[in-house]
């Protein structure tokens, strides 16, 4: 089976690159240079082109997955409306030329601002730009499944932690207070969140490009709500750091709810052994 990975570069694409145990993998890159090996084919991909055929280009894999999206975390910049219209050509492009399986990652941020146990049933009330053209781009997906056949899995991982070198996510922040890279670090300790490792989140990701079905949307989450006080708590090796923590500062992201977490039913049902 040849799968190919769009966004290889990434956080997520890199880690699943090193983790994926098939020889017959193309993945993508956006700009520099980066050396195919045996195991891995890398093509150079630029959204704004307007191919042909991209299909043919990326060697017309049995399944596409798609990682990439411009400007995290910045979402609420209007240039993510601009990235679903180059998505959504792209995703044309690739069915109408032969694709048969598309899976694509979403966000937790396509739900809004609701409280509580979010499963893939609630109706989706997205407030940011980000959010808002993720989910316009699942709608024309499913548009375009109403007229042509392939399978499709649209994923929603929560809140993906591990050593990212490209963001200053909250784990990465933990680290570097760790390494007293940084004196001070400031937290929502009651806000509740879902989150998963970026080793599940992999995980959960082979198991759906093994299953090679039609899956529609999933949430990947751990199916409980976990307080940022917790997390920063679980994930300090030296419990005397915490005075270095400030956990009463505001939650800069006001466009999320309180206290948010995944429903694992589905995921649990299909991918769960």
Excluded at 73 to 98: A, D, S, W
Excluded at 128 to 141: E, R
Excluded at 193 to 206: E, Q, Y
Excluded at 232 to 250: H, S, T, Y
Aim: charged share 25%; with cysteine.
């Amino acid at each position: 089976m040849k799968i190919a990975i769009i966004g290889g570069t990434s956080f997520i694409g890199r880690k699943l690159l090193s983790t994926l145990k098939k020889k017959n993998l193309i993945a993508t890159y956006c700009s520099g240079k980066i050396v195919s090996s045996n195991k891995i084919k890398w093509k150079k991909l630029d959204f704004k082109d307007n191919k042909k055929n991209f299909f043919k280009y990326l060697n017309s894999p049995d399944i596409i997955l798609n990682l990439a999206w411009a400007d995290i975390p910045n979402y609420e910049l209007k240039n993510h409306y601009k990235t679903f219209y180059y998505q959504k050509r792209l995703n044309f492009n690739l069915i109408q030329n032969g694709l048969k399986n598309l899976i694509v990652l979403g966000t937790c941020y396509e739900y809004g601002k609701i409280n509580g146990k979010l499963s893939e049933n609630v109706k989706e009330e997205p407030n940011t730009n980000y959010g808002k053209s993720k989910l316009m781009l699942l709608k024309s997906i499913l548009k375009l499944k109403k007229n042509k056949k392939f399978k499709f899995t649209w994923l929603r991982p929560f809140f993906v932690y591990g050593l990212n070198k490209k963001r200053n996510t909250l784990f990465s922040l933990i680290k570097k207070l760790e390494n007293n890279k940084i004196r001070k670090l400031n937290v929502s300790g009651n806000l509740v969140r879902d989150f998963v490792s970026i080793n599940f989140l992999c995980s959960m990701i082979n198991k759906v490009i093994n299953l090679n079905d039609d899956l529609g949307i999933m949430n990947i989450c751990s199916g409980k709500g976990t307080t940022i006080k917790d997390f920063v708590k679980e994930n300090l090796r030296f419990k005397k750091n915490l005075k270095k923590i400030n956990m009463k500062a505001p939650n800069p992201n006001k466009f999320e709810p309180k206290a948010f977490w995944g429903d694992n039913t589905k995921q649990n049902k299909l991918l769960i052994n």
